[in-house]
């Protein structure tokens, strides 16, 4: 079972605010504090150095998510043990709530391509993927938690949608959903699906946390960069979430044109006043069924 104890709103722990965030003399407002931070686990899987110091100081005051983009759970290659042995071992000194990864793979032929590549949507893909996802929980004695990718192709040979191949992997597997609103967003207008029946399909209970990023509009392809602030498409199609899921754990996600940080409380603070006012006067279904559609002059008011 997946630890539940974490609540609220988060932000990805970023070098350019280690001294904000760490900073006793100056200690951030109740109201915009993030309730708890995430971390790219690559960025601290050595024996030491600043980097894991910095952690080890700032995890004694924000409890911890871990997110990894290395793992290449679909990858064909076998399992890279030294770096889940690495892995588990960050894991036990930060003691973060979950670790995530990528619903993806990132490399063929012991070769990386530095890229999240989307799975073909296939029985053939489940079927293998399975037995690595319980490899990797069985090392790292930790549920897994897998995160949606955003795409720009599809598979010649996709057998279902990839709504419907999340859900079945996840009924089977029994691994956690990190639910990335804004690659949804990106991959609804990229392949012309509607991204609330995406989210209509997937299974409220094993989606334990979600993402907000920004992402690059070029016209015909909308590109997930991850350096711009969150659009109101992607702010509104949260808000639907909220409503068909409930409440989870989210955070917003920027990793280039790193902005201060105080900007990133204030599109922090409004997701947090979006959960509000979605929350706080529907009630949002825990499984199955639809929740109605708001409309988006609703969401952003």
């Given at each position: 079972?997946?630890?539940?104890?974490?609540?609220?709103?988060?932000?990805?722990?970023?070098?350019?605010?280690?001294?904000?965030?760490?900073?006793?003399?100056?200690?951030?407002?109740?109201?915009?504090?993030?309730?708890?931070?995430?971390?790219?686990?690559?960025?601290?899987?050595?024996?030491?150095?600043?980097?894991?110091?910095?952690?080890?100081?700032?995890?004694?005051?924000?409890?911890?998510?871990?997110?990894?983009?290395?793992?290449?759970?679909?990858?064909?290659?076998?399992?890279?043990?030294?770096?889940?042995?690495?892995?588990?071992?960050?894991?036990?000194?930060?003691?973060?709530?979950?670790?995530?990864?990528?619903?993806?793979?990132?490399?063929?032929?012991?070769?990386?391509?530095?890229?999240?590549?989307?799975?073909?949507?296939?029985?053939?893909?489940?079927?293998?993927?399975?037995?690595?996802?319980?490899?990797?929980?069985?090392?790292?004695?930790?549920?897994?938690?897998?995160?949606?990718?955003?795409?720009?192709?599809?598979?010649?040979?996709?057998?279902?949608?990839?709504?419907?191949?999340?859900?079945?992997?996840?009924?089977?597997?029994?691994?956690?959903?990190?639910?990335?609103?804004?690659?949804?967003?990106?991959?609804?207008?990229?392949?012309?699906?509607?991204?609330?029946?995406?989210?209509?399909?997937?299974?409220?209970?094993?989606?334990?946390?979600?993402?907000?990023?920004?992402?690059?509009?070029?016209?015909?392809?909308?590109?997930?960069?991850?350096?711009?602030?969150?659009?109101?498409?992607?702010?509104?199609?949260?808000g639907y979430t909220l409503l068909r899921i409930g409440a989870r754990p989210s955070m917003i996600e920027r990793d280039d044109k790193i902005p201060p940080l105080t900007e990133l409380l204030q599109e922090l603070q409004q997701a947090r006043k979006l959960s509000r006012a979605m929350l706080g006067s529907r009630s949002a279904p825990e499984q199955g069924g639809s929740a109605s559609r708001p409309h988006p002059e609703e969401l952003l008011a």
């Open positions: 079972m997946l630890h539940r104890s974490l609540h609220g709103f988060g932000l990805g722990l970023r070098v350019e605010h280690y001294a904000d965030i760490a900073n006793p003399l100056a200690p951030l407002s109740a109201e915009l504090r993030p309730d708890w931070l995430e971390v790219i686990s690559e960025n601290y899987m050595v024996a030491g150095g600043k980097p894991l110091q910095h952690l080890l100081r700032i995890r004694r005051d924000y409890p911890m998510v871990m997110h990894g983009v290395s793992l290449s759970i679909g990858s064909t290659d076998v399992l890279n043990l030294g770096y889940l042995r690495e892995l588990k071992a960050l894991a036990d000194r930060v003691e973060p709530a979950w670790v995530s990864d990528h619903l993806c793979w990132t490399g063929v032929d012991h070769r990386n391509l530095h890229d999240l590549l989307p799975m073909p949507y296939t029985e053939a893909a489940l079927q293998h993927l399975l037995p690595r996802i319980d490899q990797v929980q069985t090392l790292l004695q930790r549920p897994l938690v897998l995160e949606n990718v955003s795409s720009y192709l599809r598979f010649a040979g996709d057998e279902m949608s990839e709504a419907e191949f999340v859900a079945e992997l996840l009924r089977r597997s029994g691994c956690g959903l990190l639910l990335d609103v804004n690659n949804v967003y990106v991959s609804s207008r990229n392949h012309g699906f509607d991204p609330h029946d995406y989210i209509d399909r997937l299974p409220a209970q094993q989606t334990v946390q979600i993402h907000l990023a920004g992402h690059e509009d070029r016209g015909d392809l909308l590109v997930d960069t991850h350096d711009h602030p969150v659009c109101d498409p992607v702010w509104q199609l949260y």
